[in-house]
């Protein structure tokens, strides 16, 4: 895959949105730990509040709930997976759970497709 191809930020009668954006292509990491307070993932912080975001140097931080988070890789490639533990590359996860077919979004039930309804 080559990395320096154009993007287009914005297309001529693009409109207000709301946009469907893909982003399985991008890395994401899950990080586990009784004290995410504690934890600083590349050096940067967790937002406090489940439910919260921060985007920082590229990086968008979720808050999930008291003890994990989501680390979304946007504008850059990300570095190697950290040593210590508590951390799970989840890119090839999120990847594997879009519907092959874009008809198949409007089907999602609790996070899986229903397959039934074809």
């Known amino acids: 895959m080559r990395d320096n191809w154009p993007v287009v930020l914005k297309y001529s009668n693009e409109g207000r949105g709301p946009y469907l954006v893909d ?3 991008k890395a994401k990491w899950d990080l586990q730990d009784k004290n995410l307070a504690a934890r600083k993932p590349l050096g940067l912080d967790i937002p406090a509040l489940p439910g919260a975001c921060a985007f920082q140097k590229g ?3 979720n808050r999930m709930n008291p003890t994990q988070s989501a680390i979304w890789h946007l504008l850059a490639d990300a570095p190697a997976l950290p040593g210590e533990p508590g951390y799970t590359d989840v890119t090839s996860a999120w990847a594997s759970g879009l519907p092959e077919k874009p008809d ?5 039930r609790n996070g899986f497709v229903d397959y039934s309804a074809q």
């Open 59 to 61: 990086v968008l931080i």
């Open 23 to 25: 982003l399985t292509h």
């Open 104 to 108: 198949q979004l409007r089907r999602r």
